[in-house]
């Protein structure tokens, strides 16, 4: 059964570094999500990007984010000078384009370790 | 998209149904019932979901109410790699996918 997979798995990062997360999404999905959960809290929508651009963000979602699809198969997620407050689990989801239907399926997750 | 209410915690015996309630009274007509699950940390995991009649799949089952307010999603024969935080998500279909925002979810321990 196809999957979403997710490298690195744990990336351990000092303040103020640059750091990507990986993600492949399912090969005939066409809409691709970014989500992270902080120990102990909530799921939270962090993007979401179709044909090439960015359909919706959140207001967590601030500059230091971007997101890309730099092939036909990699969605990254970069923080560009990473704060302590961004540890948490990254997770990335993507979904097929059906009429309306919108069942996500999501990656393993990368936990992103800020020190 | 509406808000939902569920139990913060459930027990079930392994073997028996899981039966998890959502109440979702302010849903209005356009709006599906989607229910995930996380298994410790894991990335949510899509399970079911339903406009108004009744839905079953390999996983589960979901029960709506006639008036829609309310939904309990069916896990017939609970084992203990069901333990996770079921969360009930209720939203519009969307023909560009919008998000999922996922509350606390209800957390079920199924036991030996």
Not at chain 2, 24 to 33: A, P
């Amino acid at each position: 059964e196809p999957e979403v997979t997710q490298t690195p798995s744990h990336q351990v990062t000092q303040m103020g570094q640059e750091v990507i997360l990986r993600c492949v999404p399912i090969s005939n999905h066409l809409y691709f999500y970014w989500y992270r959960q902080i120990l102990g809290q909530k799921v939270e929508f962090l993007v979401s990007f179709y044909n090439n651009e960015i359909s919706e963000k959140s207001e967590i979602f601030d500059d230091q984010f971007s997101v890309e699809r730099p092939d036909g198969s990699n969605f990254t997620l970069k923080i560009r000078s990473t704060k302590l407050e961004d540890s948490a689990m990254y997770f990335c989801a993507s979904t097929t384009r059906g009429q309306g239907y919108s069942e996500q399926y999501f990656g393993p997750g990368t936990r992103l370790t800020v020190t | 998209d509406a808000k939902t209410t569920q139990p913060p915690s459930m027990d079930c015996a392994e073997g028996r149904a899981a039966n998890l309630p959502c109440n979702h009274s302010t849903i209005s007509g356009n709006e599906y019932v989607y229910w995930y699950r996380q298994i410790h940390s894991q990335g949510p995991q899509y399970i079911i979901h339903g406009l108004k009649n009744n839905e079953t799949n390999e996983m589960a089952s979901l029960i709506i109410t006639e008036d829609r307010k309310s939904s309990t999603l069916i896990l017939p024969h609970a084992t203990l790699r069901d333990t996770a935080v079921y969360y009930c998500i209720v939203r519009v279909h969307h023909t560009n996918a919008g998000k999922s925002t996922f509350g606390d979810g209800t957390t079920l321990t199924v036991k030996p």
